[in-house]
């Protein structure tokens, strides 16, 4: 197994190998971690003689740019005595790349925000394109695994839902439609707002974690430990959330699949939806087992919203 991680160092953006010793080796002849899956190529030939600590480095996320994020919802067991109704498949939702921001940067909260919390996850690098892929082939996609922090904004949340009538057209009686009663709230802020993607701090290659259905998961916020997990209480398994996401959207290499959050609480029952970054400092480290700790900071900019609406 290798550790990668995408750091800027100097001042070039650099890929490099994270060792047991905690010193990065830098590589050579790839500008970008998407560059280097797409090429198939090993990344142990081009480890270059420079090698640096990691505490010289800034951390990027490892794929800075990933075409697209794609995140599981309330995949976690956990989850399932809340569920009303829930379809009997992965529901999975977009993250722009643009939120992401890599180890040891800080999550930015505003006030007009409302309530913030971090939700701890398993990341999935996509080695290969992916389409209309089984769920027993699924796993030779994958390039590797990093850890996700899928910050959300609930108070966001609840100010973007809609509470409305649906309409369907009646399969019975065609021109007729019929009326059901919905509750909708979009992810596009809650979700996708600027740092709200935690990512890193390096892609465990796929040869080291043999099964990604049985890793520990913890989260701490401010010292504290918030869950206690494993993503063997996940609803679907990895490969079967990558087969399913692959007969709609087709994977890329270089994209990103979160596969849901590792909420179960500590054995303070204290959870990750009394972590509200209002109220409660940083930082939050997500620790997944065979790949590292993720670590984020976190601001508070004291900044009200802007003058949006026309006089």
């Known amino acids: 197994m290798m550790k990668l991680a995408s750091v800027r160092y100097g001042s070039r953006d650099r890929l490099g190998v994270l060792k047991d010793d905690g010193a990065i080796t830098l590589l050579d002849a790839f500008d970008s971690m998407r560059d280097l899956i797409r090429s198939g190529e090993d990344p142990s030939r081009f480890e270059s003689r420079t090698t640096v600590p990691a505490c010289e480095v800034d951390w990027r996320p490892p794929i800075r740019h990933p075409g697209?994020?794609?995140?599981?919802?309330?995949?976690?067991?956990?989850?399932?005595?809340?569920?009303i109704s829930a379809p009997d498949h992965p529901a999975y939702f977009l993250k722009p790349s643009s939120c992401l921001v890599g180890h040891r940067h800080p999550i930015r909260v505003r006030p007009y925000y409302g309530s913030v919390h971090p939700e701890p996850e398993l990341a999935v690098v996509i080695g290969r394109r992916m389409k209309d892929v089984d769920a027993a082939d699924a796993p030779g996609y994958v390039f590797g695994y990093t850890i996700m922090n899928d910050v959300t904004g609930n108070g966001m949340r609840a100010e973007d839902m809609f509470h409305?009538?649906?309409?369907?057209?009646?399969?019975?009686?065609?021109?007729?439609?019929?009326?059901?009663?919905?509750?909708?709230?979009?992810?596009?802020?809650?979700?996708?707002?600027?740092?709200?993607?935690?990512?890193?701090?390096?892609?465990a290659t796929a040869d080291g974690i043999p099964d990604p259905d049985d890793l520990d998961v913890t989260c701490r916020v401010g010292g504290e430990t918030i869950a206690e997990d494993s993503t063997r209480y996940y609803n679907y398994k990895v490969a079967e959330i990558l087969s399913f996401l692959s007969q709609f959207q087709t994977l890329e290499p270089g994209d990103i699949v979160s596969c849901g959050t590792a909420f179960r609480p500590s054995e303070k029952r204290t959870s990750i939806h009394h972590a509200n970054f209002q109220s409660v400092g940083g930082p939050v480290e997500v620790t997944i087992a065979g790949i590292g700790t993720l670590v984020n900071p976190v601001e508070i900019e004291e900044r009200p919203i802007g003058k949006w609406r026309l006089p």
């Open 68 to 83: 697209k994020i794609c995140c599981v919802a309330m995949n976690n067991s956990a989850s399932n005595a809340r569920k």
């Open 164 to 203: 409305y009538w649906a309409l369907y057209a009646n399969p019975a009686r065609p021109g007729e439609l019929l009326r059901r009663e919905q509750h909708l709230s979009y992810a596009a802020r809650y979700k996708g707002t600027d740092t709200f993607g935690c990512l890193g701090p390096v892609i």
